[in-house]
């Protein structure tokens, strides 16, 4: 698919069928994760692939009872990797892990809607509580949910800035 009809063509979605994701999808969906780039290339993010429906169903209750998020096949619970600081200091807590999952998930939701797979961005999450269901270690830091699975609904394009209004030229 052209990247640019992808990039357009993606929506949100908060309707998914009950249809489960082939096997034979998940590799495209992580090397779409690994091959983002990241600050430094300390690839400084994790992904939790959640297919369990009892968890599903837990992440969604974290995610501010947005119960879809629990209707789909595969939720992706992204995570900021704070062992950047290290190489980064404070920025790369506060900046650049959080820049690196932002690429690979931006990554996925494209690769995701070039295979027919509809995703939605969740940044609404109790991180304890996320954090906590997952078993997560200390480094990690679970910023957002993703819901993956085929679309129940078709939604229009969403309003968008005007040109003039997003790129300032000097």
């Excluded at 619970?77 to 190489?87: F, L, N, P, Q, T």
Aim: proline residues 6%; hydrophobic residues 40%; glycine residues 6%.
């Amino acid at each position: 698919m052209d990247v640019q009809k992808c990039i357009r063509g993606r929506r949100s979605v908060r309707g998914f069928r009950r249809t489960g994701i082939p096997p034979a999808l998940l590799d495209p969906l992580i090397d779409a994760l690994r091959w983002a780039p990241s600050a430094g290339n300390l690839q400084s993010r994790r992904f939790y692939f959640v297919f369990d429906a009892a968890l599903r169903r837990e992440l969604a209750r974290a995610a501010e009872r947005q119960t879809f998020v629990g209707r789909a096949p595969l939720v992706v619970v992204a995570c900021a990797d704070h062992r950047i600081e290290r190489e980064y200091e404070e920025r790369g807590v506060a900046l650049y892990c959080h820049m690196d999952v932002a690429a690979s998930l931006q990554n996925l939701m494209l690769v995701a809607h070039a295979h027919g797979l509809a995703t939605c961005w969740i940044g609404a999450l109790d991180e304890d509580e996320v954090r906590g269901l997952l078993r997560l270690p200390k480094h990690l830091r679970p910023v957002s949910l993703v819901p993956v699975g085929y679309s129940s609904e078709r939604p229009a394009p969403p309003r968008r800035q005007r040109r003039k209004d997003v790129a300032v030229f000097r």
